[in-house]
C-alpha cells in the first residue's frame, strides 16, 4: 500500500494560547526560571547566540496539560514515535536580543538510553520583534515556518530535522522549548 501524501516532518498550532494565556505563562516562567547560559559562539557547529534558562516541567505543567494532550495525539496520528512519560524533565527557556540567533543544528542527546524525538517550542514573546524567523531544512530548499511568529503560537517538530533561528533585527523574541524523549533511534 502506498500513502498519497508523506508523513509531516513538523506541526504547528497558530494562536493555541491566549495572549492571558501567554502571559499567565511568563509569571510562572519568571518566577521558577533558573539561567544557565549566556551562549555566544560554537555550539556544535553552530553559531548560538541566546541567553537560556531552565524551567522544570513540574512548575508550570499544569499550563501545558491541554498543549501536550494535543501533542500526543498528533504523535499518535502522525509521527508514531513511542515516547516517555513527561516527569522530571526541564523546558528551555530562550531569549534572543538584537542579532541573536540559531543556526542550522538538528536536537539530539547524548544518551545511551533515549533520544530527543520531537521538540515542542511555545512562542511566548509579549513585544514584537523583527528577524528571529524559524526557518526548518526538510530538503534542499529552506522552510520558513511563518505560522510560528506569534504570541502563544506552537510548533512541533522532528527533532533529527536541520532548523535554525534567523537573527533578530529589532525587538526580542522568547520561546519556550520542551524536548520529548524516547527509546534510542537504531
Not at 494562536?15 to 556544535?44: C, M, P, W, Y
Not at 516527569?87 to 542527546?109: A, P, Q, T, V
Not at 519556550?176 to 537504531?186: D, S
Request: overall charge positive; charged content about 20%.
Amino acid at each position: 500500500m502506498m500513502l498519497s501524501n508523506p508523513p509531516p516532518d513538523f506541526w504547528f498550532w497558530t494562536k493555541f494560547f491566549s495572549k492571558k494565556e501567554v502571559l499567565d505563562l511568563n509569571k510562572l516562567i519568571n518566577r521558577h526560571r533558573s539561567k544557565i547560559a549566556v551562549t555566544e559562539g560554537q555550539a556544535k557547529n553552530s553559531i548560538k547566540k541566546t541567553i537560556v534558562y531552565h524551567i522544570a516541567y513540574n512548575n508550570i505543567s499544569h499550563k501545558l496539560t491541554r498543549l501536550l494532550d494535543n501533542v500526543l495525539q498528533v504523535n499518535e496520528t502522525n509521527f508514531g514515535y513511542t515516547l516517555y512519560e513527561i516527569r522530571n524533565s526541564c523546558l528551555n527557556y530562550n531569549i534572543y536580543n538584537k542579532d541573536g540567533e540559531y543556526s542550522f543544528h538538528c536536537d539530539g542527546s547524548n544518551s545511551y538510553v533515549f533520544d530527543i524525538k520531537l521538540t515542542l517550542l511555545i512562542n511566548v514573546s509579549i513585544k514584537e520583534y523583527t528577524g528571529g524567523e524559524f526557518i526548518l531544512r526538510t530538503s534542499n530548499d529552506p522552510l520558513t515556518i511563518k505560522q510560528f511568529s506569534n504570541p502563544g503560537d506552537v510548533l512541533l517538530i522532528k527533532s533529527n530535522l536541520l532548523h535554525k533561528v534567523s537573527p533578530i533585527k529589532k525587538g526580542t523574541r522568547e520561546s519556550l522549548t520542551m524536548f520529548l524523549t524516547g527509546p534510542r533511534f537504531i
